[in-house]
């Protein structure tokens, strides 16, 4: 009986390394997160606590992929982090030999 307490406690370890994410992100990110055949495949996901013209961070991924890299690569935020209000232009997203990529789009 004393084998349950121990094997609930060690599940527990494991489904919180599961849910920890790997913020910041590696520079380029695994094969099957940004696969694409052309730019209307990518999405953009922000994954830092602020956006890209802020100080986060940017990644474009497969559209079908955007909530994994989610869930494993942003930025765990703490209650009332202020972040600047800096406006830059919009993403373009693109694909460059079957991998997403980003560039800024004009300003308007």
């Given at each position: 009986?004393?084998?349950i307490p121990g094997l609930v406690a060690?599940?527990?370890?494991?489904?919180?390394?599961?849910c920890n994410p790997q913020y910041p992100p590696p520079?380029?990110?695994?094969?099957?997160?940004?696969?694409?055949d052309g730019p209307e495949d990518c999405t953009v996901v922000e994954l830092g606590c602020c956006d890209a013209c802020n100080?986060?961070?940017a990644r474009s991924v497969?559209?079908?992929?955007?909530?994994?890299?989610?869930?494993?690569?942003s930025e765990q935020c703490q209650p009332g982090y202020g972040c600047n209000l800096m406006?830059?232009?919009a993403?373009?997203?693109?694909?460059?030999?079957?991998?997403?990529?980003?560039?800024?789009?004009?300003?308007?």
């Open positions: 009986m004393r084998l060690l599940l527990g370890m494991v489904l919180l390394l599961a520079e380029e990110l695994p094969a099957e997160y940004t696969a694409c100080g986060g961070t497969a559209s079908d992929q955007a909530d994994a890299v989610t869930d494993r690569y406006g830059c232009a993403w373009l997203t693109t694909c460059d030999e079957g991998v997403c990529g980003l560039e800024r789009g004009d300003l308007l």
